[in-house]
Structure formats: structure tokens, C-alpha cells
């Protein structure tokens, strides 16, 4: 019996992981317009709360229908692990964004990649080839060509920013070995444990929304689950060295967003870099034509 996500043809997976990771990076850039604004009247911890309390109503009807899986799960330490490890690389990212300037938080968290790609080889087993490796260093030097991080300055945020990195990591290495639970199990446990573990914390700078705020908060949860369930479905379909250059694609659509949200035209180094990036990504994936 083939494992819930794992389809016959490694090849096809590999492409139906890669759509889907597109899908999230379009639904996670397209949010921050949405999320920008509650920002500047929510503490982030409460957003991050609304949205797991939204995402939770969203899947509660599927519950019955999959209650079987949620319930006889035999994978719950796992789903424990995974909930752990991206609660505290949420936590790492909100502390690294308040303590250093965002594009360098940004820089930092490309280097995720490396660290998929050393815990896929380690810890999944996976064949990391040389093109992988290759395609993930042009990616991140294009990235750094993009900032120039050089020009800024660092701080105390250092260290939770290489732990939003390190955990974020984890958490990614931890979905793929829950490739054969369903999604809508993965976001139900993910759902409930995010919710409990930011309910506290968010109570403490807790500030009362009224109704104008709602949908807001209703358009975060919906993107923010939708993109969830695309980019559990990617990691579940490809290879986390097939997933880890198409990762810097997302700086591709934030310029985008940049653009058609706040009117920032690109640079002629954000171009440069974007087509870069693409580039790379599309040597690193070779849908269709990948080899074990």
C-alpha cells in the first residue's frame, strides 16, 4: 500500500511537492499586506494565536471525518516533537525581528536550507547530489548579493535568530517523517498544540479587538491554513533537497508584493538576483529529470 502523500513515481512527486510549495510561498506573501496592518494594533503573539484559533475552526468539521487517524495516530510523539520545535522557532523569529533589522533576519533564515539539506542526509537518509548543494550556495549568495548585509548592524538577536533556523529545521525534518499521516492530522495536532502553547503568552499583552478587526484576523487564519496544508503536502510529496532551493523563490514573490502592495520598484541588484535565484532553483529541481 503506498503511504498517504508518497505516489508510485518519485519523479511526479517531486513536481506535485514543488506546485505546492509554490501555492504556499504565493499564500504567505500574499498575507503579509493583511498582516502588516493588524501588526501595527496586535502584539505578533496574539496574531499568531487568532491564527491558530482560525486555522483549528477551519479543520474542526474534518475532525469526525478523520477522527480515526486523529485518535489512533501512532505517531504522537512525533507530532508532539514537530509542534515543539516550530513553537520555539516562532518564538526565535519574533525575538530575532524585534532585536535586529528585518532583512538581516531574512538573510539569516535563507541559510535554512543548508540545514535541511545536512539533516536530510544525517537524519532521513536522504542523497543530497552535488547540483543540490550547488543550487542552494547560488541561491544564498544571491540572496546576500540582494540586502548586502554587510552594511548592517549585528546584535544580541543573533542567537534566536540561528535558533529560529536551527528548530525551524527540525520542524521541517520532522514533517517528512510524519510523511505517512495525513495532512489534515498534521494541522489538527498542529493546529490545537500552537493555540495552547501561544494562549498564555498572549494574554499578557492581550489588546481587545472589535468587530472591524474580525476579518482580518479570519483572512490570516484561511491563508495561513490553506498555505499550511500546501506546504505539509510539498514536504510530504518531494525530497527536501528538491523543496530546499525553491525556497529562495519566496524572496521572488515578496518583491513582487513590494511592489504591488507599497510601490517599492526593484532594484537592478533585486533583479539580478531574482533571476539568479530562479535560475539556480530551476538547476537544483530538474523536475522531471531528477536522478537517485
Sequence with gaps: ????????????????????????????????GVIKQAGATFPAIQLVFFRAVVGLLLIAPLLWRYRSEVFNSQQVKGHVGRVLCGTVA?????????A???????????????????????ILGERILRRH????????????????????????????????VLFGSLS?????????????????????????????????VWVSPGLSDLPAFLIIGVLAQVGQFCFL?????????????????????SSIADYLYFGIVPTLSLVVG???????ALLGTQLGRSRR
Design 172 to 204: 521541517v525534518i520532522q514533517t517528512r517523517r510524519l510523511t505517512g499521516e495525513h495532512a489534515v492530522v498534521l494541522m489538527m495536532f498542529h493546529a490545537i498544540g500552537l493555540a495552547v502553547l501561544t494562549a498564555i503568552p498572549a494574554a499578557f
Design 100 to 122: 535586529l533589522p528585518l532583512t538581516l533576519v531574512t538573510v539569516i533564515g535563507f541559510t535554512r536550507p543548508f540545514v535541511i539539506l545536512g539533516f536530510a542526509a544525517v
Design 133 to 164: 548543494w550547488v543550487s542552494s550556495i547560488i541561491c544564498f549568495i544571491s540572496v546576500l548579493f540582494i540586502v548586502k548585509p554587510g552594511s548592517m548592524s549585528w546584535d544580541w538577536g543573533l542567537l534566536a535568530a540561528l535558533g529560529m
Design 233 to 253: 503536502r510539498s514536504h510530504q510529496l518531494a525530497e527536501a533537497s528538491i523543496l530546499a532551493p525553491l525556497s529562495y523563490v519566496v524572496i521572488v514573490f
Design 1 to 32: 500500500m503506498i503511504p498517504y502523500g508518497e505516489p508510485k513515481d518519485r519523479h511526479v512527486a517531486n513536481r506535485q511537492g514543488a506546485a505546492f510549495a509554490f501555492v504556499d510561498m504565493v499564500l504567505v506573501v500574499t498575507s503579509m
Design 274 to 280: 531574482c533571476l539568479a535565484i530562479v535560475s539556480a
Design 90 to 98: 516562532l518564538c526565535c523569529n519574533y525575538a530575532a525581528t524585534a
